[in-house]
């Protein structure tokens, strides 16, 4: 079956750096786009990244500071977050991305657990 | 810039049917796909309707979804409700370049 893992969460001081990592396994990785989805505590879900063969869009509030990689080796997305804010504080999901061809078609159809980012001093 | 509004809560009986509403600000709802997901307690999100009105494999037909383009909104329907129906349920969609996602309602079924 489709697993997502995320790793790589923890404490990081503001304006520090962490990067997140998502391991899948159950399908065949390069055939499906990847994104970032965050929940900050007790808040709703915030779209972060998606990422296709051909581009990565991100959301207003991280572009320039997060970027998105992929290694197809490894079966792996990472998400590298850099000058980190106390609002950047959230459980980061990981989700595989599906639709039909367009942008507006993809959705995201498995997640993982989420792996939790604190930003605090 | 698309935004999505949900009722915050919304609590019926088991055996009932509830519908929760997903509300596009500007533009319109339908010129897009809406998909609406579930999240129980400590657990990531599963997809429970995609695509306006599909379901997954595995959500039961209890679930369905709409779209009215004359109130620029689409709906969530969960009928014979069960207590295992309890959670937060969010609409998503999509534009220019974003994917967003309405605020959330948390379902309570007592």
């Known amino acids: 079956q489709v697993l997502l893992v995320e790793s790589g969460g923890g404490l990081v001081k503001p304006g520090g750096s962490l990067r997140l990592s998502c391991t899948a396994s159950?399908?065949?990785?390069?055939?499906?786009?990847m994104s970032w989805i965050r929940q900050a505590p007790g808040k709703g879900l915030e779209w972060v990244s998606y990422?296709?063969?051909?581009?990565?869009y991100y959301a207003d509030s991280v572009k320039g500071r997060f970027t998105v990689s992929r290694d197809s080796a490894q079966n792996s997305v990472y998400l590298q977050m850099n000058t980190l804010r106390a609002e950047d504080t959230a459980t980061y999901y990981c989700?595989?991305?599906?639709?039909?061809?367009?942008?507006?078609?993809?959705?995201?159809?498995?997640w993982g657990q989420g792996t939790l980012v604190t930003v605090s001093s | 810039n698309l935004v999505l509004t949900q009722p915050h809560s919304v609590s019926e009986s088991p055996g009932k049917t509830v519908t929760i509403s997903c509300t596009g600000s500007?533009?319109?709802?339908?010129?897009?796909?809406v998909q609406w997901y579930q999240q129980r307690p400590g657990s990531g999100p599963t997809t429970v309707i995609y695509?306006?009105?599909?379901?997954p494999s595995g959500v039961p037909d209890r679930f369905s979804g709409s779209i009215d383009r004359s109130s620029n909104s689409a709906s969530l329907t969960i009928s014979g409700l069960r207590t295992e129906d309890e959670a937060n349920y969010y609409c998503?969609?999509?534009?220019?370049?974003?994917?967003?996602f309405g605020g959330g309602t948390k379902l309570t079924v007592l």
């Open positions: 695509h306006d009105d599909h379901r």
């Open positions: 990422t296709s063969s051909s581009a990565t």
């Open positions: 989700a595989r991305s599906t639709g039909n061809g367009y942008l507006g078609g993809f959705y995201f159809d498995f």
């Open positions: 500007s533009g319109t709802v339908a010129s897009n796909y």
């Open positions: 998503q969609s999509y534009d220019a370049g974003k994917w967003v």
């Open positions: 159950g399908f065949t990785f390069g055939d499906y786009y």
